[in-house]
């Protein structure tokens, strides 16, 4: 294979990767605002545990389980339709061009933590003080992992703007440079043209 083929396979490999990341993050994001579902057999009907205790869905609630976490792992009724992704390696997790998407899943997985601890507690028909407390932990654990993600965004927007600012201002400086290179120039061009009728006129003398 060419150093050009490599290349190009390389890129391939890497917005693959970056796309299925991106797939994983979208479920984790709707099931930490909208509920962990629970879980269905492949008749649809709910799974419970050998205490009869009803289960939700596996869901990762670290960088580890994330990367394993697959499609087929969700039941098949709550896995939207547009929605597929396969594991993944740590590395392409962790990598640099997958930092936002890294930082965004790392700020939902306490949250999703929480909703599943206040899931079970109110199906376990825990004391309404005890579903309260575990509904503010949630809620605000919510709002922080929604906010590193606005942040985050802003934070790119800022950069964005300075690197457009920079642009401007280096493509300004080239543009006057190039004015100073042309008039340096013309006045060179003026004079070599004053100069030769000069030599003319001389030869003519002669």
């Known amino acids: 294979m060419s150093v050009k083929k490599k290349k190009m396979a390389g890129q391939l490999a890497r917005e693959e990767g970056t796309k299925n990341l991106k797939a994983k993050a979208r479920l984790l994001k709707k099931f930490a605002s909208n509920g962990v579902p629970w879980k269905r057999d492949e008749q649809g009907k709910y799974v419970y545990d050998e205490n009869g205790k009803k289960l939700l869905e596996d869901v990762p609630l670290d960088a580890t389980n994330f990367s394993r976490w697959k499609s087929l792992d969700v039941s098949r009724e709550n896995l939207p ?3 597929d992704f396969k594991s993944n390696s740590r590395s392409t997790f962790y990598t640099e061009h997958n930092k936002d998407i890294h930082n965004e899943v790392n700020a ?4 999703l933590e929480l909703l599943i601890k206040r899931t079970y507690e109110k199906n376990n028909k825990k004391t309404v003080i005890e579903s309260l407390e575990v509904d503010v932990e949630y809620w605000a654990s919510l709002a922080n992992a929604q906010a590193t993600t606005i942040l985050d965004m802003v934070s790119k ?3 964005l703007q300075i690197d457009y600012e920079k ?3 280096d493509h300004r400086n080239n543009v006057n440079e190039l004015s100073m290179q042309i008039s340096d120039l013309e006045s060179k061009l003026a004079g070599i043209a004053m100069v030769t009728p000069l ?3 001389e030869r003519g003398k002669k």
């Open 81 to 83: 339709e547009n929605i």
């Open 108 to 111: 939902y997985f306490s949250t």
């Open 157 to 159: 927007n800022n950069q």
């Open 167 to 169: 642009e401007k201002r």
């Open 199 to 201: 030599k003319g006129i």
